[in-house]
C-alpha cells in the first residue's frame, strides 16, 4: 500500500511538472484531453456509468462555461478541437424547451373529483339557469344565469331554495325523489356555494350564508322536513353469518349463475373485514390481491394469507392513501360460510388465476412448504388476469350468462340484490353497504388495541370529528348499568343495537289483491287514469300523431304512478308489520284465539325446492368441525371450495318474475280435497276446451301489448315480462313459429316483432 501511494504521488508530480513545461496547452484543454492518464488510485475497468458519474461531478457549471467559452474562442484558429467540444455538451445539463401546450383554463374545476360531485355540481348548476324561467323578464340580470348569480341578493338564493323543494320532474320528464329529509336541502346549500364560489371567484360573505341558513330553517319547518338523520344501525358478525347462510340456501331469490351467490357472500364478507367503502370494494381487481403461504412462527404448517389493497377509497387532487389488509386463514372460524379465503378461493380457481398450471385446487395448496428458512412464499396470479375484477358483472348475451371478468358490478345492481334478499332474511330495513362502518368501526373504536390514529387511518377519516358525527351509534343499551355501577353485558348491548334485533321473516314483502285495489282509489291514480282515457276518447275520434304521443306519455304516467304508489302502500305495511303482528301475538298466546301461520309458512318454503347443486353447496358450507385434527379441518375447508368452484358454473335459471305463490287456506284445502269423497279420476278435456285455450293465448299474442310470446305461447302477466323472454330465449332463432316465417339475422327478427307482433326489443 506504502509503495502504491509512492507511485500515485510520483505520478502525480510528474503530470504537474509535464504540464508546468508543456507551453501553448491550457489547464482547461488538459483536463479535457482525451488521451490524458488516468490516476492510479482510480481503476480503467470502473462501469461506464461509474465513469459518466465522475465526468458529471467532476465539471462544475463554472468550469463547464468556462471552458467551452475558451473553445469556441479558439474554433477558428484551431477546427481540429471538435471532439473536446462534443464532450462539453455531452457533459452539460441543457433546459428542455419551453413547447408546452398546456393550459390551466382547459382543466376542468372538478377534475379528480368523483362522477357523485360533479352530478351533483352539475344539478344544481342546471337549476339555477332554470330559474331565469320563473322571474321576472324585466330584470336584465336573469338574461344570463351566472351574471344573475353574481348579483344574486340572499332573498334571490332563499327563493331559488324555496323553488327546488316545490320541483317533481326534472328536464327530461322523469320523476325527482323528492326532499324528505332536512339534510338534503343542506346538501343543496353545500353544492350551490361551491358554485357560486366558482362563478364569483371569491367565498360567500359570512353575512350573506346567515342570512339564507335562517330562510333554510323557515322552509325546512314549513315543508315538514325530517330533521333527524339516518339511524346508523350497525351490523356485526352475528348478523352476517346467518345472513349469507340464507344468500346460499334460499330459492326465494335466484341468480343467472351460482357464482353471483358466491360473490355477494365474499362481498358482505370483506366489506365487514375491512370497512372500506362500497365502490373500494366493487373496483377490487386481481393485482389489488397478493396471496402467500406465512411461515407459523410457532411452528406449525404454513397459513394462507390474503392481502388486500383496495383502490378508489378517496381521491383530492389524485392522492391515494392504500391501506393493505392482510387476512391469514382461521382454520376454526366462525363459519365457513363467512371465510373470506374459502370465498376468494371459489373465485381463483374457478377463474383459473393462479400462474402456476399445477395449482388447480386446495389439495395442491395444503401440499406447499415453505423451503431454506424463508418466511413466505408468494402464490402469483397470472399477469393476463391483472385487470379482473373480483366482483364482475354477470350479464345474458345470446340467451346465455357470461361473466364479464374486465366490468365491474353495477353498484345499483348489488344494492337491488341486497335490498331483495334483506326482506327475504326478515330484516325490517334494507342492508346497505355503509352498514359496514359503523358495526366495525364501533369495534374497533371500543377495541383497545387500536388507536384513534390508527382507526382514522383504516377507515380513511381525517380526523376523529367524522366517526364522532356519522359512525358512533346513537343507541345506548348500557347506560343503567353505568350509572349503577355495574358491569354492562357486552352481548346483551349488542344484541339490542344490531340490525337483527328487528328480524321477522313474516313480514310481508308484496301486497295483496286488497292491498292493490285500495291503491287503485288513490286521488292522484285516479286522476291520472282519468286523463288517459279522455286521450283515448280523443285518438279514436281523430288520428292527429300528437295526441297519440300524448296517449302513450300518459300510459307510461300512469304505471309509473302505480307502481310507486305500490311501493309506497307496501313499505307502509311492513313498517306498521311489527305494531300489528304483535298484539296477533299477544292475543294468540294469551287467548288462543289467533292463528300462527307457521304451518303456511313451511308450505312456501317447499315451493322453492333445491337443485341438487345447491343442496350439495349448503351441505359442505353448513357443517362444523367434528374434530381436532388440523387435517380433517382441512378436508372440511376444501371439500367446501370444491363444492363451490362446481356450483358458480351452474345456472340458476335467472331471477324471478311476480310473486311467489302463496299457500291456500285451510278452508280452500278442504274444500278442494273433501277427505270423506273418493276424488274421481279428471276426464280428458275435449277438441273444443283446448281450441278454446289455444285460441285465448292467441288473443293474447295478437294484442296490441302482447302478453304472451309468438315463439313459445308462453305467458305474462303483461308486456314487460314477454320482452324480457323474448330477449334471453329467443334471439337466437331464425324462424318465426307464429307465422312460420324464415329470417335471416336478429336484425330481421327483431323488426319482425315490432312490426308484426307489436313487441319492441
Known amino acids: ?71 469556441r474562442a479558439s474554433e477558428t484558429e484551431n477546427a481540429t478541437d471538435v471532439s473536446a467540444v462534443e464532450l462539453v455538451h455531452r457533459g452539460r445539463y441543457e433546459d428542455p424547451a419551453d413547447d408546452t401546450d398546456e393550459d390551466l383554463s382547459k382543466v376542468p374545476e372538478d377534475y379528480g373529483r368523483s362522477n357523485n360531485t360533479r352530478k351533483l355540481n352539475l344539478r344544481l348548476k342546471d337549476r339555477w339557469a332554470r330559474t331565469k324561467a320563473i322571474e321576472p323578464s324585466a330584470d336584465s340580470k336573469w338574461e344570463d344565469a351566472e351574471d344573475a348569480l353574481r348579483q344574486a341578493s340572499p332573498n334571490d338564493m332563499h327563493r331559488f331554495l324555496n323553488w327546488c323543494l316545490k320541483l317533481e320532474y326534472n328536464p327530461d320528464g322523469r320523476r325527482l325523489k323528492g ?17 357560486y364560489t366558482k362563478v364569483t ?103 394462507p394469507m ?12 389524485g392522492m391515494y392513501k392504500v ?134 387511518v383504516i377507515m380513511a377519516h381525517a380526523s376523529s370529528r367524522t366517526f364522532i358525527k ?35 321473516t313474516r313480514r310481508p314483502r308484496y301486497l295483496t289483491d286488497a292491498e292493490k285495489a285500495s291503491v287503485e282509489k288513490d286521488p292522484e291514480l285516479q286522476s291520472a287514469i282519468q286523463w288517459q282515457v279522455e286521450l283515448e276518447d280523443r285518438c279514436a275520434r281523430s288520428d292527429d300523431p300528437t295526441l297519440r304521443a300524448l296517449l302513450e306519455q300518459q300510459e307510461r304516467n300512469v304505471n309509473n304512478t302505480r307502481r310507486r304508489l305500490q311501493e309506497r302502500r307496501r313499505k307502509e305495511i311492513r313498517q306498521e308489520f311489527s305494531r300489528k303482528q304483535a298484539v296477533i301475538d299477544i292475543e294468540r ?74 299457500p291456500a287456506s285451510d278452508n280452500e284445502e278442504s274444500i278442494a280435497d273433501p277427505p270423506a269423497k273418493k276424488q274421481k279420476r279428471p276426464e280428458r278435456p275435449t277438441v273444443s276446451i283446448w281450441e278454446e285455450k289455444i285460441g285465448a293465448v292467441k288473443r293474447k299474442v295478437t294484442a296490441d301489448k302482447p302478453s304472451a310470446c309468438f315463439q313459445c305461447l308462453k305467458e305474462y302477466s303483461d308486456v314487460y315480462g314477454v320482452k324480457r323472454h323474448f330477449k334471453t330465449s329467443h334471439l337466437q332463432d331464425r324462424k318465426c313459429n307464429f307465422c312460420d316465417l324464415s329470417l335471416q339475422h336478429e336484425m330481421h327478427l327483431r323488426l319482425h316483432a315490432e312490426e308484426v307482433h307489436r313487441l319492441r326489443t
Open 1 to 71: 500500500m506504502r509503495r502504491r501511494r509512492e507511485a500515485s504521488a510520483s505520478s502525480r508530480t510528474a503530470t504537474t511538472e509535464s504540464s508546468t513545461t508543456s507551453p501553448g496547452i491550457s489547464d482547461d484543454e488538459r483536463s479535457f484531453e482525451p488521451n490524458s492518464e488516468t490516476d492510479l488510485t482510480e481503476p480503467e475497468y470502473l462501469p461506464q456509468k461509474a465513469k459518466r458519474r465522475k465526468i458529471r461531478q467532476g465539471l462544475s457549471s463554472r468550469h463547464l462555461q468556462a471552458g467551452l467559452g475558451e473553445i
Open 589 to 662: 298466546q294469551l287467548t288462543g284465539g289467533a292463528v300462527n301461520d307457521g304451518p303456511a309458512r313451511e308450505v312456501l318454503r317447499k315451493e322453492f325446492a333445491m337443485p341438487p347443486e345447491q343442496i350439495l353447496l349448503v351441505e359442505t358450507f353448513f357443517t362444523w368441525p367434528t374434530s381436532d385434527s388440523l387435517e380433517d379441518e382441512w378436508m372440511r375447508r376444501n371439500r367446501a371450495v370444491a363444492a363451490g368452484v362446481q356450483y358458480c358454473g351452474f345456472l340458476e335459471g335467472g331471477p324471478l318474475r311476480g310473486r311467489p305463490k302463496r
Open 323 to 456: 391501506n393493505t389488509f392482510a387476512l391469514p386463514e382461521i382454520i376454526y372460524g366462525i363459519s365457513l360460510v363467512f371465510s373470506p379465503h374459502v370465498l376468494l378461493f371459489i373465485v381463483l380457481f374457478y377463474a383459473k388465476a393462479f400462474e402456476a398450471p399445477h395449482l388447480t385446487s386446495m389439495e395442491d395448496l395444503r401440499r406447499l412448504l415453505i423451503e431454506d428458512g424463508r418466511q413466505e412464499m408468494p402464490i402469483p396470479l397470472k399477469r393476463a388476469m391483472d385487470n379482473y375484477y373480483v366482483f364482475p358483472k354477470v350479464e345474458v348475451i345470446d340467451g346465455k350468462p357470461c361473466i364479464l371478468w374486465e366490468t365491474p358490478m353495477n353498484g345499483s345492481t348489488l344494492d337491488a340484490q341486497l335490498r331483495s334478499l334483506s326482506e327475504i332474511h326478515g330484516f325490517l330495513n334494507a342492508l346497505f353497504s355503509h352498514q359496514f362502518r359503523y358495526g366495525t368501526g364501533e369495534l374497533l373504536d371500543q377495541s383497545g388495541f387500536v388507536s384513534d390514529a390508527q382507526r382514522n
Open 201 to 303: 371567484k371569491q367565498e360567500m360573505s359570512k353575512e350573506m350564508g346567515v342570512a339564507v341558513c335562517t330562510g333554510m330553517r323557515h322552509l325546512i319547518d314549513k315543508c315538514g322536513l325530517d330533521k333527524q338523520p339516518r339511524a346508523n344501525t350497525p351490523v356485526y358478525i352475528e348478523d352476517m353469518v346467518p345472513f349469507n347462510e340464507m344468500i346460499l340456501r334460499t330459492r326465494e331469490k335466484r341468480f343467472h349463475l351460482g357464482f353471483q351467490r358466491i360473490i355477494l357472500c365474499l362481498y358482505n364478507t370483506i366489506g365487514l373485514f375491512t370497512v372500506n367503502q362500497k365502490q373500494a370494494i366493487l373496483h377490487l381487481q386481481f393485482k389489488h390481491l397478493q396471496i402467500s403461504l406465512q411461515r407459523d412462527p410457532h411452528g406449525g404448517p404454513p397459513v
Open 306 to 317: 390474503i392481502e388486500i389493497e383496495p383502490q378508489f377509497v378517496k381521491s383530492v387532487l
Open 470 to 504: 356519522h359512525y358512533r351509534p346513537r343507541r345506548h343499551a348500557e347506560m343503567q348499568e353505568i350509572v349503577c355501577g355495574l358491569n354492562p353485558v357486552e352481548e346483551f348491548s349488542r344484541a339490542v343495537k344490531r340490525m337483527s334485533c328487528w328480524i321477522d
Open 179 to 195: 326532499y324528505r329529509k332536512a339534510s338534503a336541502l343542506e346538501v343543496d346549500w353545500k353544492y350551490f356555494r361551491v358554485y
